[in-house]
């Protein structure tokens, strides 16, 4: 589906708004929107909602070889994909630019800034290392897709547990989480994205711009930071030119949104710890909101079957046996086994008088001839031998098989008769 | 007449798990609605009737289109055999005619599988076109049942149930006649047990009718 485009009234309006310092939701410059982080049942698992944007993070892993010139390290994947159901723009096989640009900064945000120790996933160096898996699902696109699908991998990774490890000499263990309890990845530190949206050449800045602020946008500043203010990454995309001074403003500005954003996560992360602990019920289907009148729950439901039993048996008892037109498969040849028939050609042969048609009735005469059922053929059609047929034809078995040659050879004539008396009269 | 051979007692434990749905989750998709059994959680988002493209464009009926997204990993063979046993119930059950030469794109997210997925998928995928206001001519839902070693039915199994069992069978059953639409098996089980099966998910499905229709009236009406 083509995306709507944006109407010229809609843009003017966008651009003189925030000209005026105003947002559509009412936010301030600097304002992010409301960031929710619920967790699912396994370890690894977590939706992450800015605003009305949805992100689902899955975070697994696996042992494999390690890479030929790192063979003390584990391997890293990021996938994330723009699921069909976020946008009606986003088409499903088509690596649209959007994707690549967003894999290649999540891929720099957590791989080039080294912020998961590699070197603890290895087991035995040179033939075994854990390879983590990250796993980022876009649900629904309300703008600012890079802050929200850091946010949820990087707390995938913080929530996620490994089976653990054991090696005594030559014998590797691995423990299912029955045996022993799973072990965390060993995370240096949490980079989180921050997003600058600037309007009019530069004169105007937006944290967290909203799909619309987005489509309206010049360019995008980009800028992934840790809480001890160390910068992973920076991008700058849209060809605006920024001032040195704008660009530090930015980092100050990103520096005390990334100290927020981590003291939710860690809180987030502290109280799925918490109720795993306590025993309590944790996952999405508790995560569901129940004041809202949009979701409902039902209890467990006792399904009566009492007589299920004979209700079955009054059905079968009742159903006649199917019936018997199980088709004995014929052999052509040694190794080609037919079952059935197929469809024969209706077409009536009248198209090409000449060679081909006899090469038709030929082979068709030679399929004829071996099959075991002999077809029903209307008995009323005169059964005429005419010349210019009978000389192409090859007979296999003449004795046996005569029947069915003439058989066949009269349903073609009369239809080749049909033909011919058309033009008569 | 076939004959039967009694098979033992008929003692089932024929228990649904415990179901939440939330609808109109997703601002951007005309509809969509996440169904939860147990554990097992799926995600919908339904766009149409929409734009279609000339190539797939069918000048009497919407074209409808299924995908079903694993939560890790590239989406393979036993996904694209669910996608058509979803579209096959879809297309039964939508009045595609109404709307021609137009799209109708239903996505699915498997947020977490913990056993009886086509079902959840189903469930689902009906919420989100009712969501969506696309015409239908009647309703589905999906119920999942497993035979297990000793040949007792257990209604809505677990992952863990449905790897311990000798046969798993899903059906989408309509909400007028509760009629079989669709069933897919997997495992070896006898035209006994498949028709006993059938009727107990029969009995399944009227519960989950209702509970479609609370999900509804709890959001429609003003008490």
Redesign the interface.
């Known amino acids: 589906?083509?995306e709507t485009p944006l109407s010229n009234c809609e843009r003017q309006f966008l651009v003189q708004a925030i000209a005026e310092k105003k947002r559509l939701d009412g936010r301030q410059t600097y304002d992010y929107r409301n960031i929710k982080i619920t967790f699912?049942?396994?370890y690894g698992?977590c939706?992450v909602d800015l605003g009305?944007t949805?992100v689902?993070a899955?975070i697994?892993c696996e042992l494999v070889a390690p890479k030929m010139n790192r063979p003390t390290e584990g391997i890293l994947f990021f996938n994330l994909?723009l699921?069909?159901?976020?946008?009606?723009a986003f088409e499903?096989g088509r690596q649209s630019e959007l994707v690549v640009k967003l894999n290649r900064l999540v891929e720099r945000c957590l791989r080039n800034s080294k912020c998961i120790d590699t070197e603890s996933l290895c087991v035995v160096s040179g033939e075994k290392v854990w390879q983590i898996?990250v796993?980022l699902?876009l649900?629904?696109?309300?703008g600012n897709i890079m802050d929200a699908a850091s946010i949820a991998a990087i707390t995938a990774l913080c929530h996620f547990r490994r089976p653990d490890v054991s090696i005594q000499g030559e014998d590797v263990t691995v423990y299912t989480p029955e045996e022993r309890d799973p072990v965390p990845l060993s995370i240096h530190h949490m980079p989180i994205c921050v997003s600058f949206s600037f309007f009019q050449q530069g004169t105007y800045l937006l944290v967290d711009p909203s799909e619309r602020e987005e489509r309206v946008m010049d360019g995008l500043l980009v800028i992934a930071m840790n809480k001890h203010r160390e910068i992973c990454t920076i991008q700058s995309s849209g060809g605006i030119m920024l001032l040195k001074d704008q660009v530090l403003r930015c980092s100050k500005i990103a520096s005390v949104k990334v100290t927020e954003i981590s003291e939710l996560i860690q809180k987030a992360l502290e109280n799925d710890k918490k109720v795993r602990k306590e025993g309590g019920k944790f996952?999405?289907?508790e995560s569901?909101?129940n004041q809202?009148?949009?979701?409902?729950?039902?209890?467990?439901?006792?399904?009566?079957?009492d007589d299920?039993?004979k209700?079955?048996?009054d059905?079968?008892?009742n159903?006649e046996?199917p019936s018997e037109i199980i088709p004995s498969p014929v052999v052509r040849a040694p190794g080609t086994g037919q079952i059935g028939e197929g469809l024969q050609n209706s077409w009536g042969l009248d198209e090409n008088e000449d060679g081909e048609e006899a090469e038709d009735q030929t082979m068709e005469e030679e399929l004829q001839t071996m099959d075991v059922k002999v077809k029903s053929v209307n008995k009323e059609d005169p059964i005429v031998l005419s010349d210019s047929e009978e000389e192409d034809v090859v007979v296999l078995e003449p004795k046996i098989m005569k029947k069915e040659v003439k058989v066949q050879a009269s349903s073609t004539a009369a239809s080749k008769k049909k033909k011919k008396k058309k033009p008569a009269h | 007449m076939m004959q039967v051979t009694q098979s033992g007692s008929f003692q089932h434990a024929a228990v649904l798990r415990e179901f939440g749905c939330e609808h109109s989750l997703l601002s951007r998709p005309d509809g969509s609605a996440s169904f939860v059994q147990g554990d097992t959680t799926v995600l919908a988002g339904v766009y149409g009737p929409a734009e279609v493209m000339v190539s797939k464009e069918s000048f009497d009926r919407a074209t409808l289109e299924v995908t079903l997204k694993p939560k890790v990993g590239m989406p393979g063979v036993a996904e694209r055999s669910k996608e058509q046993c979803i579209r096959q119930t879809c297309e039964a059950a939508l009045l595609t005619r109404l709307h021609p030469r137009t799209s109708i794109t239903l996505s699915l997210q498997t947020v977490h599988d913990d056993g009886a997925l086509l079902a959840c998928c189903l469930n689902a995928a009906c919420m989100a076109l009712m969501d969506a206001g696309l015409p239908m001519h009647c309703l589905f839902c999906g119920v999942c049942c497993a035979i297990d070693q000793q040949g007792t039915i257990k209604l809505d199994p677990t992952a863990r149930e449905e790897k311990e069992s000798r046969a798993v069978m899903t059906f989408a059953l309509d909400s007028t006649d509760c009629r079989v639409m669709m069933s897919s098996t997997k495992g070896s089980y006898t035209a006994a047990e498949l028709q006993q099966c059938i009727a107990v998910c029969q009995r399944a499905s009227e519960s989950i009718f209702q509970f479609y229709r609370d999900s509804v009236s709890r959001r429609y009406c003003k008490a």
């Open positions: 589906m083509r699912g049942t396994d698992c939706i009305k949805r689902l899955q697994s994909e699921s069909q159901m976020a946008s009606p499903p898996r796993d699902h649900l629904n696109h309300d996952g999405f289907a569901m909101p809202r009148i949009t979701a409902y729950k039902m209890e467990v439901a006792p399904v009566d079957t299920i039993g209700k079955a048996e059905l079968i008892s159903t046996p």
